[in-house]
């Protein structure tokens, strides 16, 4: 069933393009989403956004290749097409009640490269709530006619789905007979739903634009918005109408922001303050009054309330008896709990997409927003090493004064790498960063022994073309040294640690505008100038040797006394195969140099472990008690036939991230297992999406992961048992030096040729 008002939308890139009415060959019927039935054969779908064709992938009405009926959707992809993907996606309200939401569709394809899938997007006022492409199945090659499904949790705070198929890389994809099933029923058959109006919903006064219009600050206005800030944020998930929902409280933050500008004196500022804080009527007495949490791993950082030389005397007593009689809750209206899991859930937050330049008072509400999250919200803000309120201050004028939506975005960025949170990224508006271009040298580049050191080509001939090889050190770029680049560009990269950032600004380096570009190399103990040309990213795989483990499978017999499996590429289905595999092997070495592709931790967890185990423990916000978080109960490895009575080692490095961090925090929970390597990024824990205004999203690891002795993971990362890191004589070579020390480790030998050669020739330029 095509509901009323339902729209066909092109894809390019990581998000959806535009909004156009349904064509007349889209044809309407209660028993399915989308069929096509065309007036005209093979008419092109490209002509509602009149993109040429080779630009997106060719997208048209297929005639000739059909399921049912008389004509198939038809996606085509050539070494031409530019971007990552192409998709075609049908915008649908949610307007039906339900649990799950299920997609259904047939889908046809042919030499595909890539990837391809039925996809399923939920929206809500925040940005993407829910989404599944399949990406994980990987689906490619070649295959005849097939249902496919994609089923996902019907997100309470979604307004609008996406439903759609997507092909990526190379290839010829057709899908037709795209159905909506809520709770197992066709969508025709779901329940009406009915919304209960909020502010969000009835308050429109600010949706073209805050009125707040200023550039710079005198010294006391950004003290008294500094203040604001911070009271704003406190009352936010203090008082009970706020956190009720019953105000819109964007929208009153513009309303008292220009009198706080106005104030002549701080003195001025706190009344203008404690006047707002009276208006919305005081908090009413508590008939069971939350305690103060004593006792917890963090606590609520409010010792600034009883402050009457920051505060005043009225403010001052106004926030302590809203914070007396702060009510037990177990959701609050900006933000919740996602069940399950814990992390804090902000799908309430508006994200003003809308609004491409955000004015001063929208930017100052990002800043405010943000900074009251951490504030609240995350649960590793006692290791950030920053004087938070010394931020929030430092930032008020920087960002009231990004004027130009780059400038906007760059300052944003440096306030989320002030946090120290690997997952808080900008994402999505990444080339804020420095440095900027869309294009780049065509080769891989890593930190090794201190140096930017080429590990390997991002394309067969352009990466070779550049002149430069595997093993140069690259010292300079257009006459400046490395050195002084990583140090200029650090403040504006977000990472846990050094690790991390050094990963990440070697993954940019050489990015700029198409060109030439002059360099400095080391290389045979010789340092030479170089020549070499910035291609367009477009035109490369970025994601070639970004992880270290080796190509090819997932799971190989290096010799009959070491098993390897690698989880970039792992199945939790194929759980048994390997697990045959690795039988009669002294050793098993798992490769987690990379993100895992599966959730391992159980699946083949429990295979390694003889007794149960606990191996990590949580903590998680309090919703009645905001800024404290609490212990959790500790995880454990249940023992599951058949066991791996061999040794295991586990390798881990810069790359291994979160998912990976935690699966390394599980299998390492097996006596006798080693960790080897080096340092991991230092970012575990659900992540929880914060949208901006302007369309900017960010996100923050919103549960805290530690060991069950309470040691903490965030920052520090990973811990290497042997400390094992590549070489650039190694990297030459093409070894993988870190493997190998695994298996010397394991067995107290050499690596013999036999395992060197089974470890595969381009093992050293995976590094």
């Not at 198939?72 to 990552?84: D, K, L, Q, V, Y």
């Not at 903590?619 to 500790?634: E, R, V, Y």
């Not at 824990?685 to 069950?708: D, E, H, K, Q």
Request: aromatic letters at 8%.
């Amino acid at each position: 069933m095509l509901r009323r008002g339902a729209v066909l939308t092109l894809a390019l890139g990581v998000c959806l393009l535009g909004a156009y009415p349904a064509p007349s060959h889209v044809r309407e019927d209660r028993s399915r989403v989308l069929t096509f039935e065309a007036v005209g054969a093979d008419a092109p779908l490209s002509e509602w956004k009149h993109w040429p064709n080779g630009i997106v992938g060719t997208m048209f009405l297929d005639s000739t290749v059909v399921h049912e009926g008389r004509y198939s959707a038809h996606i085509e992809r050539t070494s031409g097409s530019f971007g990552p993907f192409s998709s075609l996606a049908l915008e649908i309200p949610i307007d039906f009640s339900g649990d799950t939401l299920e997609l259904r569709g047939w889908m046809k394809y042919e030499n595909v490269t890539g990837y391809l899938g039925l996809l399923q997007r939920q929206d809500g006022s925040s940005g993407t709530l829910a989404f599944d492409n399949m990406g994980e199945r990987g689906l490619k090659g070649t295959a005849d006619w097939a249902e496919y499904r994609v089923e996902l949790p019907l997100k309470p705070k979604a307004t609008k789905v996406y439903v759609g198929a997507l092909l990526t890389g190379q290839g010829k994809l057709w899908f037709d007979d795209l159905r909506l099933y809520v709770d197992g029923k066709p969508l025709a058959d779901a329940p009406v739903l009915v919304r209960t109006p909020t502010p969000l919903d009835t308050d429109h006064e600010f949706d073209a634009g805050s009125k707040v219009e200023v550039t710079t600050l005198t010294p006391v206005q950004i003290e008294n918005l500094t203040l604001l800030g911070k009271v704003w944020g406190f009352l936010k998930y203090h008082h009970p109408a706020i956190i009720a929902g019953k105000r819109h409280w964007d929208y009153d933050l513009f309303r008292v922001m220009p009198a706080v500008l106005a104030a002549r004196d701080r003195a001025a500022g706190q009344k203008t303050i404690a006047a707002w804080v009276a208006s919305l009527g005081d908090a009413p007495p508590c008939s069971s009054c939350v305690e103060t949490p004593m006792g917890r791993p963090i606590l609520p950082p409010l010792a600034w309330l009883s402050d009457r030389k920051l505060l005043g005397s009225e403010l001052s007593a106004r926030l302590v008896a809203i914070y007396k009689r702060r009510p037990k809750v177990d959701e609050q209206f900006y933000v919740a709990r996602i069940s399950g899991v814990g992390n804090p859930d902000f799908s309430n937050e508006m994200g003003y997409a809308g609004l491409k330049e955000p004015d001063a008072g929208y930017r100052l509400l990002a800043l405010y927003r943000f900074w009251n999250i951490i504030e609240y919200w995350f649960p590793y803000r006692d290791v950030m090493d920053e004087d938070w309120e010394q931020v929030l201050r430092e930032f008020v004028p920087r960002v009231a004064a990004a004027q130009t939506h780059d400038d906007y975005g760059a300052a944003m960025m440096a306030l989320i790498a002030r946090v120290h949170d690997t997952h808080a990224n900008l994402w999505g508006s990444l080339d804020v960063r420095p440095p900027r271009g869309k294009a780049q040298v065509p080769v891989r580049v890593r930190f090794i022994e201190g140096q930017a050191v080429v590990t390997g080509y991002l394309h067969d001939a352009l990466g070779p073309a550049s002149g430069l090889r595997i093993g140069d050190a690259i010292q300079a770029i257009d006459g400046v040294s490395v050195d002084t680049l990583i140090a200029r560009w650090q403040p504006m990269y977000a990472a846990s640690n050094d690790a991390a950032r050094l990963r990440d600004m070697a993954s940019a380096l050489t990015k700029g505008e198409p060109g030439p570009v002059r360099l400095a190399l080391k290389r045979d103990g010789s340092t030479i100038d170089a020549s070499a040309t910035r291609v367009p990213m477009d035109s490369v795989d970025l994601k070639r040797g970004w992880t270290h483990d080796l190509q090819g499978p997932a799971f190989r017999r290096l010799s009959d006394d070491v098993a390897y499996l690698k989880l970039s590429s792992v199945k939790t289905g194929e759980v048994p195969d390997y697990l045959r595999g690795a039988a009669g092997a002294r050793c098993l070495i798992i490769d987690i140099r990379n993100y895992p592709s599966a959730f391992m931790v159980f699946e083949l967890g429990q295979h390694l472990v003889n007794d149960s185990v606990a191996f990590a423990t949580f903590t998680t916000g309090d919703l009645s008690n905001p800024g404290a978080f609490a212990w959790g109960d500790s995880v454990m490895l249940e023992p599951e036939k058949p066991y791996f009575d061999g040794k295991v080692a586990i390798l881990v490095d810069e790359i291994s991230q979160s998912s990976a961090e935690y699966t390394t925090m599980a299998f390492r929970a097996r006596p006798g297992t080693i960790v080897v390597g080096s340092k991991t990024a230092g970012a575990d824990g659900n992540v929880s999406a914060i949208p901006l205004p302007g369309g900017l999203r960010t996100m923050i690891s919103g549960i805290g992961v530690f060991y069950p002795d309470h040691r903490p993971t965030q920052r520090g990362g990973i811990v290497a048992d042997v400390v094992a890191r590549p070489t650039i004589a190694g990297i030459r070579a093409g070894r993988d030096e870190v493997l190998e020390t695994a298996i010397q480790r394991l067995l107290g030998r050499q690596v013999t040729e036999a395992e060197r050669g089974a470890m595969g020739k381009d093992a050293g330029s995976a590094q």
